[in-house]
Structures are given as structure tokens and as C-alpha cells.
């Protein structure tokens, strides 16, 4: 009968702490979904029991919601600003549109119609690029990837401005050798042209433009350099924003969008682009991991 009584005291006094140790840890458990849910995913080292087990594929569970609900965030947060850009940038032209509109039913002049062409062709152009960056940022475009020989996508580039180069009296030297590897060509000839549109836009007539196109020991590499005056090192990190027009801008025609797209375009293809000042020369220097 002693016997009996030992066991079932035993018994009891394991089930007593099995129970202790199971409120515990529910109560834990407990208090880690709570601070969970207010966003305090904290690390935590797990064992092999049950429940540290479901403890674990709770917080993978979480933090696969926490990524979710950021990345919705996110897309809410770049439609919203891609609606207050389109705003913005088309209150001047539509507002041009509007006063000439006017003028030419009270007096129609040729030189009216012209501008209200010029606005609309401007108008159009902003649209499209705002659409275009917004395709980039928000992944829905899919790069169509197959070997191309960057030297020759240069080369095409460069011949759509033959005669702007020829009007500034800007003279193009061009290093280049074969470099082929995988890439979307329509859109990185985009990324291109835009930075090449960028060094002849700011480029003094009858200056040069180096451009390089070489392999590296890690990278595949682009280099465009021109003479660029009233640019500042503080500068160079803001250039490849969206919107951004340094001050020797105002007299050029764009929106400050073309080096944004590119920087979108190049790092899509997991490259990079930085900007460079030697004296008064800056340099893009843009790579692709071999």
C-alpha cells in the first residue's frame, strides 16, 4: 500500500510540474504573440519541443505578414506619389493649353497653333515617361533577357544622335570592345540613350564625350564622360532622383526623369550607376556583374 501511495504521489508530483511548466510556457507564449502582433518580432533561440516548434513557424508566419503589409504599404505609397507627380508636372502644360485655347477662338493665329501643338507633344511626352517610370517601380514590366554585345547597343544609340552631336559640333571618342552577356536590350538601349541624351544636353558645343565600354575583373562597364560646368560633389548623389534638375537645368528642356528611368533600367538588370567629378568633367560609370 506504501508503495502505491509513493507512486501516485510521484505521479501526481510529475503531472503538478508538467502542468507548472506548460502554464509557463503558454503564458509566454501568450505574451510573445501579443508583443508580435504590435510589431515586436524579437529573436528568439528555440528548442525541439512542440510548442517551441509552433513558436517558430508562428514567427515565420508573422514576419511573411509583416513583408506582405510592407510591400502593400510600399504600393500604395508609389501610386499615390506617381498621382501627385502626374498632378504636378501636367498643371503647366494642360494650364497653357487652356489660355491658348482661348486665344486662338478670339484671334486665330498660326503661331497659337503651334504652341498648342508643341504643349500637347509635351504634354503626351510627360505622360509617357511618368508611365514608364512607374512600370519600372512597380515590377510590372518583365525583362525579356538574351544575349546581346553591349558594344553594338551603343553603337545604335549613338547613331540616333548624329545630328544634335553634329549641330553642337561635339565629338564622340569611343573605346569600346565585344562584351555579350544576357540582357534586355529595348530597355537597357533606353537606359543608354537616356544617359548618352544626358552628357550631350549638358555638354558646351564643340566640347568631347568619352564613352567606354570594357570588362572588368567582376564587372562588364560603361563609362560616358563630359565637360560639365556648375555641378557640385554635393550634387552627384541627387541626380539619378526623380524630378531632379540641378541649376545649370533651367535653360534645358526635360523633366528630370531620363537618369532616374536609366538608374531603374540598369538595376533591374542587378547593375549599378554612380556619378563622378574630375574637375570639370563627370563621369557615369555604370557595371553589370559578369
Given at each position: ?8 504521489v510521484?505521479?501526481i508530483?510529475?503531472?503538478a510540474?508538467?502542468?507548472i511548466?506548460?502554464r ?10 501579443d ?9 528568439t533561440e ?14 515565420k ?8 503589409e510592407?510591400?502593400i ?6 501610386t499615390?506619389d ?11 502644360p ?14 486665330p ?14 504634354l503626351?511626352?510627360?505622360i ?5 517610370s ?10 525579356q ?6 558594344k ?5 544609340v549613338l ?17 569600346d570592345?565585344?562584351?555579350i552577356?544576357?540582357?534586355d536590350e529595348?530597355?537597357l538601349?533606353?537606359?543608354?540613350h537616356?544617359l ?18 570594357y ?13 560639365c ?5 554635393e ?14 537645368s533651367?535653360?534645358?528642356?526635360g ?6 528611368i ?9 547593375g ?8 570639370n568633367r563627370i563621369?557615369?560609370?555604370?557595371d553589370f556583374?559578369l
Amino acid at each position: 500500500m506504501e508503495l502505491l501511495i509513493s507512486i501516485l504521489v510521484i505521479i501526481i508530483g510529475i503531472l503538478a510540474f508538467k502542468y507548472i511548466v506548460l502554464r509557463n510556457e503558454m503564458r509566454e507564449f501568450s505574451a510573445y504573440i501579443d508583443k508580435a502582433l504590435a510589431g515586436d518580432l524579437e529573436t528568439t533561440e528555440f528548442d525541439e519541443k512542440e510548442l517551441s516548434k509552433i513558436k517558430s513557424k508562428l514567427i515565420k508566419f508573422l514576419y511573411a505578414s509583416q513583408i506582405k503589409e510592407a510591400k502593400i504599404n510600399a504600393e500604395k505609397n508609389k501610386t499615390r506619389d506617381l498621382i501627385a507627380d502626374i498632378s504636378h508636372q501636367t498643371k503647366t502644360p494642360i494650364a497653357n493649353l487652356s489660355l491658348y485655347m482661348s486665344l486662338l477662338e478670339e484671334d486665330p493665329k498660326d503661331e497659337y497653333i503651334e504652341i498648342i501643338k508643341y504643349e500637347l507633344e509635351k504634354l503626351k511626352f510627360l505622360i509617357d515617361t511618368l508611365v514608364k517610370s512607374s512600370r519600372l517601380e512597380t515590377d510590372i514590366i518583365g525583362l525579356q533577357i538574351s544575349p546581346v554585345n553591349l558594344k553594338d547597343v551603343v553603337k545604335e544609340v549613338l547613331e540616333e544622335f548624329a545630328t544634335i552631336l553634329s549641330e553642337k559640333n561635339i565629338r564622340v571618342i569611343l573605346k569600346d570592345e565585344d562584351l555579350i552577356f544576357d540582357i534586355d536590350e529595348r530597355w537597357l538601349k533606353e537606359a543608354i540613350h537616356n544617359l548618352i541624351d544626358n552628357a550631350i544636353k549638358y555638354s558646351p558645343n564643340g566640347s568631347t564625350i568619352t564613352i567606354s565600354v570594357y570588362k572588368s575583373y567582376l564587372n562588364y562597364n560603361i563609362d560616358i564622360e563630359n565637360e560639365c560646368q556648375d555641378v557640385s560633389e554635393e550634387a552627384l548623389p541627387k541626380i539619378f532622383e526623380r524630378f531632379y534638375r540641378g541649376k545649370n537645368s533651367v535653360s534645358k528642356d526635360g523633366l528630370g526623369l531620363g537618369l532616374y528611368i536609366a538608374r531603374e533600367i540598369i538595376e533591374k538588370h542587378g547593375g549599378n550607376v554612380k556619378a563622378s567629378l574630375n574637375e570639370n568633367r563627370i563621369k557615369l560609370s555604370v557595371d553589370f556583374p559578369l
